[in-house]
């Protein structure tokens, strides 16, 4: 893991458009960031998407076809609290379904978290947790014993490019059989002054989910970014429908990391990538799906039509 870090900071540092994997934001301290992100009255992501998960449990339901005499597993990309997913365990439970819920994330603690949570609320609930990125969980996946319905919400879809998206998808589609299911949260496109404030919250809580990250490499790889000195900057044009997030360097600086044992430079003004969160339409879904196995079999929307959820079949 530490290595894979190392690694992937020295790539991301040495280019000239630097970047650094926003999956590393969620240590613990980023983990009850984005919890306050998920609260804020700028960010609608979350909220939009619950309401849909609360008001619309039984047509989720309904859309996936599942059939009530066969076990199936319904696994999570990117599980996190699991808040919008309680709503529909707590139906599947109630209707008498039977599946094992696999949560996959990143976060070891935030997996943790979510199986005491379930376990306390839900006690017949069966649940497996698998720790790792999207792309080390696809393996998993091969084993063909039960129907699948894969949950991959939130946007977390988002902070894909769309090329690695569209190769995510098709390794996804490749480890599944027909009639499985994709049950896909996306943002949807829509005007920079809704989008813009989702990522320049006025508390600063975003701003420092950015900034956690350069306090996680000082922390954990021995680096010594001072953190007064790097400036949160989100942009989004709707006419390209991608946020992305940068921590701008106020002066030139030179920041070292002893467990890579390199300095990077940096002018005054140059910018760090941290993230990208691609909103979506019906048009940029279908391009990407035509490279995949996947078809849409349907779509929910909240009240504003802020988000939707895809079916999507394999
Ligand atoms: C969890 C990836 C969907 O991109 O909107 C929230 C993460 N970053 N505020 C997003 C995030 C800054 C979020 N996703």
């Given at each position: 893991m530490i290595d894979q870090l190392k690694k992937e900071v020295d790539q991301g540092l040495s280019t000239v458009e630097k970047f650094l994997p926003s999956?590393?934001?969620?240590?613990k301290s980023g983990d009850a960031l984005f919890v306050k992100i998920m609260n804020?009255?700028?960010?609608?992501v979350t909220r939009a998407e619950h309401e849909i998960f609360k008001t619309q449990t039984y047509a989720i339901i309904k859309s996936l076809?599942?059939?009530?005499?066969i076990y199936f597993d319904l696994i999570e990309l990117g599980?996190?609290?699991g808040l919008k997913t309680k709503e529909l365990l707590r139906e599947l439970d109630r209707l008498n379904y039977r599946f094992d819920y696999m949560p996959v994330d990143i976060s070891q603690s935030a997996l943790d978290n979510l199986k005491v949570d379930l376990n306390k609320e839900l006690p017949s609930l069966s649940i497996q947790k698998k720790h790792g990125d999207y792309f080390e969980v696809?393996?998993?996946?091969?084993?063909?014993k039960h129907p699948k319905v894969i949950l991959f919400l939130g946007?977390?879809?988002?902070?894909?490019?769309d090329a690695v998206a569209t190769d995510f998808l098709s390794k996804l589609s490749d480890n599944l059989q027909k009639k499985d299911k994709l049950f896909l949260g996306v943002d949807l496109i829509k005007p920079a002054s809704i989008v813009l404030p989702a990522y320049n919250d006025s508390q600063g809580i975003t701003a420092a989910f950015n900034l956690n990250l350069l306090d996680r490499i000082n922390r954990e790889l021995e680096a010594n970014f001072d953190l007064q000195f790097f400036k949160h900057q989100p942009e989004y044009k709707e006419s390209d429908g991608i946020a992305k997030s940068y921590l701008v360097s106020t002066k030139a600086q030179q920041v070292y990391i002893a467990k890579i044992n390199k300095s990077f430079d940096f002018f005054e003004g140059e910018k760090i990538l941290m993230e990208i969160s691609r909103k979506y339409n019906d048009s940029i879904l279908n391009s990407i799906l035509s490279k995949t196995d996947f078809t849409i079999k349907g779509k929910i929307t909240d009240s504003k039509a802020y988000f939707a959820n895809y079916i999507l079949e394999r």
């Open positions: 999956k590393y934001f969620y240590d804020l009255p700028e960010y609608y076809q599942l059939d009530p005499d599980a996190g609290d696809l393996e998993l996946l091969k084993e063909n946007s977390n879809i988002g902070n894909m490019s």
